[in-house]
């Protein structure tokens, strides 16, 4: 049996074999070293595909610090093989809370010059201890919850440096909140319960880039699947996907599983957990553990045990058990394996180029929440093709000329 450095090296080229877009960009930071001398500061889950980033940085000159962005998404063994491959790591499954902000503290201990966050805690952190800490270039987000704040702070006048909303960039939510978090949640329900989803009646909270993958997914294995939404829009997009859209409390007492994926706090709430059924199993999506109130769980329940790895038995009054998976954690991570390796290839392509982008242009960026430049989401696209056996077409010279006369009105 391998020790955990090699099985933490194996995982990392397993990953990489399937990351081509990222892995290219490796081989031309190794050559140019783009980031040669950048401190820079990660909070990520860390596993191996995260590590495969972390490893092309520093193979462009980058000294990293990395720490984990949940206390339960780290994989043991990707760190083991990236600290040996001389990367400091922060990060250990299971940790406890005060392990997991010691992590983030430590990295910003580091004076980074480059933040590379997830959910926008290290910035959040940034900006509101140690002002005496050297300049920060600038910083990339990777998820919705994280752009979210950092809009809010552009809007309050509190951000300090540009920061690019990785999030954002086409080549990452349509397919990595949408796709990745699909496939990963399956991932994640599955290990967590064993239980068979085809014939079940599962609810989807929130039919967003997240919410649509995940309740595509589980049509797609045969669930029978409602969806609930604020938005009046979204809710009609998913009624014309086919989806049965419900008020929660209406879609509650049916549920063999509900899954939040909103982004908010208190979705699920003591309203709705007086009235679903027994066995009723819950699970969240979104990047905070807060969309399945625990507190109003906790209240509610006469009685709590864990009877298997990640999934706790929340028994009321009158007998009903709900089970909650992954301490209410992001599913697909807690107890999943996270997003396939394809679709991290191309949402940590968007990190690093974004990254060596903040590196040449960030010094003369206003203190704002700032797009992937176009050109960056299309390189990425355009890299990922081959692997992604798809072929397209190329506008002729007439296409382009028409499209150019539009352009001047003619
Ligand atoms: N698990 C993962 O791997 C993963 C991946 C990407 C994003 N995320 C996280 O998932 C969350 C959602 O991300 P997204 O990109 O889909 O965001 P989004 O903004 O596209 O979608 C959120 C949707 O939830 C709806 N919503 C808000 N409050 C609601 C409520 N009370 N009831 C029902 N619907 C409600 C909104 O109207 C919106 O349509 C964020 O926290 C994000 O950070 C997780």
């Not at 906790?298 to 301490?327: K, M």
């Not at 590196?359 to 992604?388: C, I, K, N, T």
């Amino acid at each position: 049996m391998p020790g955990q450095v090699e099985l933490g090296r194996l995982k990392i080229d397993w990953a990489r074999a399937h990351m081509p877009v990222l892995s290219s960009i490796e081989q031309r930071f190794a050559r140019e070293k783009p980031l040669a001398g950048t401190r820079v500061s990660a909070v990520l889950h860390v596993e191996a595909k995260t590590c495969v980033l972390a490893l092309a940085l520093k193979a462009g000159g980058a000294d990293l610090r990395l720490a984990a962005g949940n206390p339960l998404s780290t994989d043991d063994d990707a760190v083991a093989a990236v600290v040996e491959a001389g990367v400091p790591t922060w990060a250990r499954k299971g940790e406890s809370l005060d392990e997991y902000n010691a992590g983030i503290r430590a990295t910003l201990d580091f004076d980074p010059q480059v933040i590379v966050d997830d959910g926008a805690d290290l910035v959040a952190l940034a900006h509101t201890s140690r002002p005496d800490r050297g300049p920060v270039i600038g910083s990339t987000e990777e998820t919705t919850a994280g752009v979210n704040r950092l809009r809010a702070m552009e809007r309050s006048g509190a951000l300090r440096w540009p920061a690019i909303a990785v999030n954002d960039a086409q080549m990452k939510h349509l397919f990595d909140n949408r796709y990745g978090s699909g496939q990963s949640f399956l991932d994640g329900l599955f290990s967590a319960t064993n239980l068979l989803v085809a014939g079940r009646t599962c609810v989807v909270a929130g039919y967003g880039w997240v919410g649509k993958g995940v309740a595509g997914l589980l049509r797609g294995v045969g669930a029978d699947v409602l969806v609930t939404e604020v938005d009046p829009v979204r809710a009609i997009e998913a009624r014309l996907e086919g989806f049965r859209v419900r008020t929660l409390l209406q879609a509650a007492p049916e549920a063999d599983l509900i899954v939040t994926t909103t982004g908010t706090v208190g979705v699920v709430r003591a309203e709705h957990l007086r009235v679903v059924k027994d066995g009723c199993l819950l699970a969240n999506m979104g990047h905070f553990d807060v969309e399945i109130s625990k507190p109003d769980l906790a209240s509610l329940a006469v009685h709590r045990r864990v009877v298997r790895p990640s999934v706790e038995e929340y028994r009321f009054a009158d007998g009903r058990r709900v089970f909650l998976l992954g301490d209410g954690r992001l599913i697909n991570l807690a107890t999943g394996q996270g997003h396939p390796a394809e679709i991290m290839d191309l949402s940590f392509a968007l990190q690093a180029l974004s990254i060596e982008y903040l590196v040449r242009h960030g010094r003369s960026l206003a203190p704002r929440v700032y797009p992937v430049p176009p050109e960056l989401d299309r390189a990425v696209a355009e890299a990922a093709l081959p692997s992604l056996e798809v072929a397209i077409d190329r506008p002729t010279p007439e296409q382009l000329r028409y499209a150019d006369s539009w352009k001047e009105g003619t």
